[in-house]
């Protein structure tokens, strides 16, 4: 992928600033620093989202999340962290190499907000019945 800003980063093709690296992934600051620590975990290689990626590299990410989040959260006394991924243009995600944001917080209005409406007066317990049927009948 050599269009992948990711791809260029992993190559050193153009800068960044890494805080973990090992054969698998790198750990690097986010340029927009949404809040002060704001890290990504990629993979060296290029999967698109979370539908491509193998679940070996992926449980390999994830293994490595508390890790970093702990040097995060002792390195700024960060009060809070969220672990985001974004799939998809209208989930948010603008670089279409999979990577995790780590994004430590410090107050409400650090920068950094996930909002979660409640639908729950909408969905009654067999609407949520029959969404499981649809999700379980998909499984691979
Ligand atoms: P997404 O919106 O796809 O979930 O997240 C992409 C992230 O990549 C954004 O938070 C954006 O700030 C970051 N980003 C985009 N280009 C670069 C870059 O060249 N260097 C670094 N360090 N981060 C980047
Ligand atoms: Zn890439």
Redesign the pocket.
Known sequence: ?ND?????I?NKEIPSVTIYEDDIIIGFLDISQTTKGHTLI?PKK?YENIYEIDEDTLAYIYKKVPKIACALKTAFKAKGMNVVNNNGELAGQTV??FHVHLIPRYNEKDGFRAIYTNHMDKYSKEDLEKIAVQIRENFN
């Open positions: 992928m992948c800003i990711f791809c260029k992993i990629i290029h279409f190499h």
